[in-house]
T-cell receptor, first 112, second 111 residues
């Protein structure tokens, strides 16, 4: 079965600093999703990547899917306290109707 | 902006009782999902639903679980006889094509 490993598990950065979170899959990725979750709350959709080499940006967050489609990175530029939360990567689990499997998440804290 | 809604936000129940968790997916979406997240663990897929029937389910989704779309807007998850280990956050999600949008979750506590 497919496994997603996220690194680092947790991250503390000073406000204004850049950071990168990685998601590595044990199998080829056919759809990679990034979500943000605040503790005890729902998952907020950030973006989805499908093609090898694809890169998407939303505000100060950029996500890339590598050419081999086994790794994705999420980069935040000039972090702000509002970026704090748990970042989850999810991948299509191979089912025909889009069920997702998730990594354990990366907890981001931003110090003002 | 349309969003997935879930009720209740919290549910406390006694072991062995039935619970129904409710979701209103985004109105023009076609695919519906339930996931759960036990405290401190990964988000896990339970079931997907399309065209008024279950399309896929995980090993977690045993005979104690059922889903229904009783009308054009609601999507429900029923647990017939809750166990202590069913305590978790339950998330509903919906999609039209590829992007899945999640609701805020229902925190289920089984005592």
């Amino acid at each position: 079965s497919q496994e997603l490993e996220q690194s680092p598990q947790s991250l503390i950065v000073q406000e204004g600093k850049n950071l990168t979170i990685n998601c590595t899959s044990s199998k080829t990725l056919y759809g990679l999703y990034w979500y943000k979750q605040k503790y005890g709350e729902g998952l907020i959709f950030l973006m989805m990547l499908q093609k090898g080499g694809e890169e998407k940006s939303h505000e100060k967050i950029t996500a890339k899917l590598d050419e081999k489609k086994q790794q994705s990175s999420l980069h935040i530029t000039a972090s702000q306290p509002s970026h704090a939360g748990i970042y989850l990567c999810g991948a299509l689990g191979g089912g025909s109707q889009g069920n997702l499997i998730f990594g354990k998440g990366t907890k981001l804290s931003v110090k003002p | 902006e349309p969003e997935v809604t879930q009720t209740p936000s919290h549910q406390v129940t006694q072991m062995g009782q039935e619970v129904i968790l409710r979701c209103v997916p985004i109105s023009n979406h076609l695919y519906f999902y339930w996931y759960r997240q036990i405290l401190g663990q990964k988000v896990e897929f339970l079931v997907s639903f399309y065209n008024n029937e279950i399309s896929e389910k995980s090993e977690i989704f045993d005979d104690q679980f059922s889903v229904e779309r009783p009308d054009g807007s609601n999507f429900t998850l029923k647990i017939r006889s809750t166990k202590l280990e069913d305590s978790a956050m339950y998330f509903c999600a919906s999609s039209r094509l590829n992007e899945q949008f999640f609701g805020p979750g229902t925190r289920l506590t089984v005592l």
